[in-house]
């Protein structure tokens, strides 16, 4: 047992909250993305077009049943033989697609199961007032569906923040990647990766607090 | 004018609506009666195809619709042509008073929002909850949720108003309100078609009564024919219930 070279860790936290926007970005971007795409996905399950449910159902089976990592690794070393455009992709590019398309087959089932718990009856008054069945969704049923997902949806972004740390097995130099930089000069390694540790820590604390006070703009209208 | 022909319906093997035939003229106010499970309701949502009747056809106003051959836009137009208001009011929760009032305004007809704005708050004043325009239907009564959505109805001008048991979900003390309103919407000569269990009230305010049975009109009439000088044995026994 040896003391902590608190020195060395005090001086490492800036260099690596350097690297914090860069996972923020691919964090904030892939949740948008596939929030985006998971909205569709779910739609198309709960409202089954015909020759899509399949295909909806086949792409949130796989994207669940097999590991991120996997999935990265045949973004990045895989794809990139076969289709001849992705050859140019780099490893931020890839994380981001992995992470979106992880992510959104797991909040795509969240989305659904909470378009399902929308009342019947705020449906039936969108359709009675001859509302399009995408009018009903975007402007009744997904923002309803939204405040009852919210609290399970803010969970998968912080997983997404810290499943960017993959990315640096694709050779992104992030939190992780520099972490990992850092700690193989200096060979403190534990005193660097229990930095980052804290840091990813106290980033997902943050997103907690902003999770109590999305709850309760969202919980606005129904509140007595 | 508004002209139903041979409307039917069948929930797997029990046939709801048998082949019904109904004429409204406009501005005229009918109100259905009878026994809970004769289709009452379901007349009302197969007009909009809430409920998707098997076969008739449906006019109302400009719009013609063969219920067999319905497509998507034949039934939004339908829709667009009728305004419903709900047994348990079914405002939209995530929206105020005012903007459950301007939803159909601005998303359906298409209007400017300021537009929208200024007839929803006309409509809001008519229905007493001016002060309300703000708040979300979890903040109201029943009663006033009720009357919202008989304003969010009203404020579409529509050919056809539909009311299925509109005071049926409420506490007593908030009944007379909502009637009240309703009396005001057939004032402006809005065509009116009503399910209700208040007979009183169906007397006061129809031009005609349709007594329903089985899934048929089995009598109808003016309310001092239907109510006062029976003449179908199952309406004089559903009339001495509801005493």
Redesign the interface.
């Known amino acids: 047992m040896r003391a902590l070279d608190l020195d060395y860790m005090l001086g490492l936290v800036p260099v690596i909250l350097g690297y914090v926007p860069l996972t923020m970005f691919m964090a904030v971007v892939a949740m948008v993305c596939a929030l985006i795409l998971a909205s569709l996905l779910a739609v198309e399950r709960v409202v089954r077009v015909p020759g899509l449910d399949w295909l909806v159902i086949l792409f949130i089976s796989f994207f669940r049943g097999t590991p991120l990592l996997v999935q990265l690794f045949l973004f990045y070393y895989g794809l990139p033989q076969v289709v001849a455009f992705l050859t140019q992709i780099n490893g931020v590019t890839a994380a981001i697609m992995g992470l979106t398309l992880h992510f959104a087959a797991y909040m795509a089932e969240a989305i659904r199961a909470a378009i399902s718990g929308v009342?019947r009856?705020?449906w039936?008054?969108?359709?009675?007032?001859?509302?399009?069945q995408s009018?009903m969704m975007r402007?009744?049923v997904l923002?309803?569906a939204a405040?009852i997902a919210a609290p399970t949806l803010v969970n998968y972004f912080i997983d997404m923040i810290k499943s960017t740390s993959l990315a640096f097995t694709l050779g992104v130099t992030e939190m992780m990647g520099a972490t990992q930089k850092e700690a193989s000069g200096s060979f403190l390694y534990f005193e660097a990766f229990l930095v980052v540790a804290v840091i990813y820590w106290v980033i997902v604390e943050v997103l907690s607090q902003g999770q109590k006070q999305l709850e309760i703009r969202l919980g606005?209208?129904?509140?007595? | 004018m508004i002209r139903v022909r041979g409307l039917t319906k069948r929930f797997g093997t029990t046939t709801v609506l048998d082949d019904i035939d109904l004429d409204i003229a406009d501005g005229e106010r009918v109100v259905v009666i009878g026994p809970s499970g004769t289709g009452k309701s379901t007349l009302l949502r197969c007009l909009?195809?809430?409920d998707r009747p098997e076969a008739g056809l449906i006019e109302i106003g400009s719009v013609a619709v063969d219920a067999a051959r319905a497509g998507r836009r034949d039934i939004?137009a339908l829709?667009?042509a009728?305004?419903?208001v709900?047994q348990?009011y079914?405002?939209?929760?995530?929206?105020?008073a005012k903007q459950n009032i301007m939803?159909?305004l601005v998303?359906?007809q298409g209007r400017p929002k300021a537009e929208a704005e200024a007839r929803a708050m006309e409509v809001l004043a008519e229905t007493g909850l001016a002060d309300k325009a703000d708040s979300?239907?979890?903040?109201l009564s029943g009663g006033q949720q009720q009357r919202v959505g008989i304003g969010?109805a009203m404020a579409?001008g529509a050919d056809l108003m539909l009311f299925d048991e509109p005071t049926s979900a409420l506490d007593p003390e908030w009944v007379g309100e909502v009637l009240d309103l309703m009396r005001r919407v057939a004032e402006q000569l809005q065509t009116m078609l009503i399910v209700t269990h208040e007979m009183s009230f169906a007397r006061e305010i129809a031009d005609r009564i349709l007594f329903m049975e089985g899934g048929r009109i089995v009598e109808q009439g003016t309310p001092e024919q239907v109510l006062g000088a029976p003449k179908d044995e199952r309406l004089q026994r559903f009339l001495r219930r509801v005493g």
């Open positions: 009342d009856s705020q039936e008054a969108a359709h009675s007032i001859g509302m399009t009018q402007r009744i923002p309803q405040r606005r209208a129904f509140a007595r | 909009n195809f809430l939004l829709r667009r009728t305004a419903f709900f348990n079914a405002l939209f929760a995530n929206r105020t939803e159909a998303t359906v979300y239907p979890a903040a969010r579409i």
